[in-house]
């Protein structure tokens, strides 16, 4: 466990430098693609990137990585007011990824089904996503006022799940990327095969 969490094998140089990447890549891909939701809010791609911190990254990189990241997408695209939930509901989304395609992967432990256990937990944490919004809005709008944004965001979930799986899916046909990121193989992986990175 504690290679999967430490990026055994980086220093701690890298280590903020792959986090800070992927907090970049996920501000971009916040920024690049934005349509207004009915509410307020918007539609984004950010989420692919938070799915691949969580799933390249671990537990606590690709959190912070998430959570910096699509919370500066939201201070530069003006959405201010959702820059503090979007930091704390994207890294909640990127803990229950990663954790959660861990627990998966205990499960199905085959090599040719390694997708469905990141389908399942982007599942679970793309319905954090949903959950989180939808409460910090009924809060701001009411629920009648807060639940058109369900669909779009439900909508900027489905997108993001399978960008993200297919994404991860090519990269982890890649040899040096996979050994590269240790998260990425797994807990089971990790564990079983003893790879050194």
Not at 21 to 33: D, G, P, Y
Not at 99 to 110: A, D, M, N, R
Not at 168 to 197: C, D, H, M, Q
Request: net charge positive.
């Amino acid at each position: 466990m504690h290679k999967l969490i430490s990026l055994k094998g980086m220093s701690i140089a890298k280590r903020l430098t792959f986090t800070a990447l992927f907090a970049a890549l996920c501000c971009v891909a916040t920024v690049i693609i934005t349509i207004p939701l009915p509410a307020s809010g918007y539609f984004n791609t950010g989420d692919v990137f938070v799915l691949l911190s969580a799933w390249c990254l671990g537990p606590i990189y690709g959190v912070i990585a998430a959570a910096v990241g699509s919370a500066l997408g939201d201070l530069f695209l003006g959405y201010a007011l959702y820059a503090p939930v979007t930091f704390f509901v994207k890294g909640l989304v990127a803990l229950i990824a990663c954790l959660s395609c861990w627990f998966f992967k205990t499960l199905i432990k085959k090599q040719r089904l390694d997708f469905l256990p990141r389908i399942l937990s982007a599942l679970l944490g793309e319905l954090i996503m949903i959950i989180g919004y939808f409460c910090f809005e009924c809060v701001l709008y009411g629920v009648f006022g807060a639940l058109p944004n369900v669909v779009g965001n439900a909508l900027q979930a489905a997108c993001c799940i399978t960008c993200a799986v297919l994404l991860v899916s090519a990269l982890y046909s890649i040899k040096t990327v996979r050994n590269f990121f240790p998260p990425l193989k797994g807990f089971v992986a990790t564990k079983t095969n003893k790879e050194t990175v």
